[in-house]
């Protein structure tokens, strides 16, 4: 029965539990040793100690005396406690020190009865039997004089194969019976598991020494098979046969056969010998000397090219030169099997659905080789295009390697996808991987970590695609012959439209040229009012919905044919998604339009200049811009307020832009970064001092200096193809960015009027709408 409540401090234990009679060392932690000393201070050295739960405060302890209080032989603070009775745990009350102070009422033990002695009896034989197993004689002895059924059970405490959350359950029984009941049938559970796995163990035992011999026997059988003369033991032979018959380089076959003498003196149980079998596999499934033939018709590859692609010349024009000169060394003896040097490294680097990817196969069908292609995008691993060494467990060949194997020759053609998004952590960088193997000069020679051989990649070409650049380190992108894909024009897209897309989506769509089709015009207001895109992906998503809706009325009952024409398009695919917003977003002063290149291609940039009142010349930006973007946008108002009057701004024009700023450039939720909105910013400041709105048709993009110099930038033409997507029709460029207009389609060019300016005041003087003339009133 419960007796009365003492006051006490509480020591919290996280890793056990302590039961009544235990007698146990203890390391002082600071809360720990903060239960200690308030115990101490009250004159007394009991305590309370209970269990640390996760989810609640335990209900039960033990009080318990500080028998001592030192340190371990590490140093730490330690003490040795004394477990006394059970108790209650009730309210907190307040106590001195900084540890938890809580009522505990001392708890008698219950249920000793005739039952609990029987129940005594039958755990003391089990733990005697668990003690002999462990040959803990000294302790078998001062356990069997023990005759107390409540002390019997708590001894449980010392336990090892018991859990905390079962010796906490014992803390929380009052009953001794109900406590002997519990371990009886623990106990018995583990005497079993102990006998299952003695048993195991020596099956385990037998095993091993039956495996010894078997070794042992083996190595005498081909000690006495070699005396006489007999051959190689069965199985190693036909890898021997394999590498003899096998057409590969010399110091292949060399290693090759060093591997084959150390799998003939290796054990078929030992697990070197399975590395063994698998390393000779996969080298020997190599094409070591297997090569296809170049196709030698240059006109028949470019009808290959033209025939996949529409548009992409510099690519075509690329694939075919490569052809030209494979043509003239075979005629003149000058291509060898082999060969350095006849393979090519190129980057195709361009927004999304340009047809970057699929272009790497028409390529290996233009030149008659195999094509195989290696996804890279979100490699993080230098082993993925290395290989694994052999010594770990599971180890395979880099992705290169799988590719030669899988293509079955030594100069296919292997598109590197998206090498843009190679990443690297801890486990190295693939990007420095990829180094070796796209350099033409090294990569005769690349060693895999796996073969640890010589391969000869000199005659592969290697075509790798990317969005951005500026992810590629330098020293990789030098190694590539760059080919910018910058986006098609509009007519582009209808004719890619009219001759790939839509006979693919009405095959898809399981209709005939009798039940559908889709007019010019229609394609076109596709490609500029519902998709503002550089690719035709978009595109295509739309015309495989319209399809999908024509095969959807037909099973309906409608008759045949469907016609999509323009009046159609918002029946079938949504209404216009896109439309001209320049001259509307540039109706008051203070909006300029930009030009920007993105990793989705190029896209105009709308610059928003707003004053504040106050007498402050603080500058705010707000769009996400980066920090060369922020530094355009100080240089730019440090031009105006320094040359207003060449600009012609007077002094109260001058004023507005003397005082708090605000510049924006939406949308808030896209990163934008780079020097080319200068001329930009600079023409909304003057824009918004004058108040005189931009012309809704002009375009412009170029570094401004301070002396207001227009210096060059980059993605010319991808940013007059988003001019032109946006219905723009003026643009302004760097005059030094003229020789870039070379790449720009002739239909860009004749749609828009390109002015070529050297000073932002040639902007500035023309982009701006006239100041209207003041009214004049003649007195009658």
Known sequence: ?????????????????????????????????????????EGGDQLLVAPRLEDRYASYGVTATIEKVGRFRG???????????????????????????????????????????????????????????????????????????????DTAGYAPYLSTDRKRELLETPSVEHRLELLVEWTQEYLAELEVSE?????????????????????QLAAIRKELGEGEPEGTDDYRTRVEAADVPDEVRAALLREVDRLERASDQSPESSYIRTWLDTVLDLPWSTRTQDATDVTAARAVLDADHHGLDDVKDRIVEHLAVRARRAERGLEVVGGRGSGAVVLLAGPPGVGKTSLGESVARALGRKFVRV????????????????????????????AIKEAGSMNPVVLLDEVDKVGSDYRGDPAAALLEVLDPAQNHTFRDHYLELDLDLSDVLFIATANVLETIPPALLDRMELVTIDGYTEDDKVAIARDF???????????????????????????????????????????????????TRLASGEEAPVVVDEPRLKDLVGRARFTPEAHERTSVPGVATGLAVTGMG????????????????????????????????????TYVRSHAAELGLDEAALASLTGPLHLHVPAGAVPKDGPSAGVTMTTALVSLATGRN?????????EVSLTGRVLPIGGVKQKLLAAQRAGLTEVYLPARNEPDLDDVPAEVLEALTVHLVADVRQIVATALEPAEAPTVTTAA
């Open 501 to 551: 897309l839509v006979p693919r989506q009405r095959e898809r769509a399981a209709l005939g040229e009798d039940e559908v089709s889709v007019t010019e015009e229609a394609l076109r207001r596709l490609a500029t009012d519902h998709t503002r895109e550089a690719g035709v992906r978009q595109l295509e998503r739309l015309i495989a919905k319209a399809f999908r809706k024509v095969a």
């Open 199 to 219: 048993k195991i163990s020596e099956d385990v035992r037998e095993s091993v020494e039956k495996n010894q011999r078997e070794f042992l026997l083996r190595q």
């Open 1 to 41: 029965m419960d007796q009365t409540p003492q006051r006490l401090p509480v020591l919290f234990l996280s890793d056990g539990v302590l039961l009544p009679g235990m007698v146990v060392p203890i390391e002082l932690d600071e809360a720990a040793q903060a239960a200690v000393d308030a115990a101490r201070s």
């Open 602 to 637: 190029g896209d105009v940039l709308y610059i928003e200049a707003s004053s504040l009142p106050g007498d402050t010349t603080r500058l705010d930006l707000t769009g996400q811009l980066g920090d060369v973007m922020k530094e355009s946008a100080q240089i730019a108002l």
């Open 694 to 702: 931009v012309r809704g048709e002009v375009g412009m993009t170029g």
């Open 75 to 153: 140093g730490s603070a330690a003490a040795v406690l004394r477990a006394g009775g059970r108790a209650r745990i009730g309210s907190g009350v307040t106590g001195p020190g900084a540890a938890l102070w809580v009522e505990a009422t001392p708890v008698d033990d219950e249920g000793v009865t005739a039952r609990a002695d029987e129940l005594a009896a039958e755990y003391k034989k089990l733990v005697v039997a668990v003690l002999q197993r462990r040959e803990a004689w000294q302790i078998v002895d001062s356990f069997t004089a023990l005759t107390d059924p409540a002390v019997i059970a």
């Open 375 to 402: 996804a890279l995008g979100g490699v993080r691993d230098e082993a993925e295009i290395r290989g694994h060494r052999r010594t770990y467990v599971g180890a395979l060949p880099g992705r290169i390697v799988r």
